[in-house]
């Protein structure tokens, strides 16, 4: 069975920095591509980045490019993103989700980042 | 503002059908057959129901269905029962894997849609 668990989130001041985590299990790690995805309180979904499985390929949102830098540890079997220069906006869940190449099809119960001073 | 256009809310009555849609672009839903769509319950990751705009993954009931005309997708619940009242948020990716066609925007997300079983 697929099970991704996200952990990290915290409360963290304007500017300071986080990063999260994603341990994954229950299928091959290194064959697929994984992306993270955040809701802030009461909103929708927002795409955030993605990484291929050869991390050849990566892609980030607009609203956090140049301060998010996801990478993988397939020896862990671990997603991570690193989280800088933080800004209230960044105030999410943060979900890690496995892509398929056409959907993301499992996702983990999400880890909560506030930025509060 | 939404990459994805999709009404606020929508609604129906148990054994009705009820069907949301999503309006994108060329660049996105009428570019690709990579439409999705996800149901999210409150407190819950979201969950996906349709992929490839139309198949659904094991364990989804066949009530819920999905179609794609030019740049808009639609998502269909038929049979209305009272656990499908929930959020329901359509996605596109813009690209391959290995090549977005549009700035590093790989995936977009439309508003979503609360939908309220009567």
């Known amino acids: 069975e697929v099970h991704l668990v996200e952990s990290g989130g915290g409360l963290v001041k304007p500017g300071g920095s986080l990063r999260l985590s994603c341990a994954a299990s229950?299928?091959?790690?290194?064959?697929?591509?994984m992306n993270w995805v955040r809701q802030a309180p009461g909103k929708g979904l927002e795409w955030v980045s993605s990484i291929s499985s050869s991390t050849s390929y990566i892609y980030y949102a607009d609203s956090v490019k140049g301060r998010f830098t996801i990478s993988r540890d397939t020896a862990k079997n671990s997603l991570y993103l690193q989280l800088n220069s933080l800004r209230a906006e960044d105030t999410a869940v943060y979900y890690c989700?496995?892509?398929?190449?056409?959907?993301?099809?499992?996702w983990g119960q999400g880890t909560l980042v506030t930025v509060s001073s | 503002q939404s990459a994805l256009t999709q009404p606020p809310s929508a609604s129906g009555s148990p054994g009705q059908s009820v069907t949301i849609s999503c309006t994108g672009t060329?660049?996105?839903?009428?570019?690709?057959?990579?439409v999705s769509w996800y149901q999210q319950h409150p407190g819950k990751a979201p969950k996906l129901m349709i992929y490839e705009v139309s198949k659904r993954p094991s364990g989804v009931p066949d009530r819920f269905s999905g179609s794609k005309s030019g740049n808009t997708a639609s998502l269909t619940v038929s049979g209305l029962q009272a656990e499908d009242e929930a959020d329901y948020y359509c996605s596109s990716y813009t690209g391959s894997n290995s090549y977005v066609l549009f700035g590093d925007n790989y995936v977009v997300f439309g508003g979503g849609t609360k939908l309220t079983v009567l």
């Open positions: 060329s660049s996105d839903v009428g570019g690709y057959n990579y």
């Open positions: 229950g299928f091959t790690f290194s064959s697929y591509s």
């Open positions: 989700a496995r892509d398929s190449d056409t959907a993301l099809d499992y």
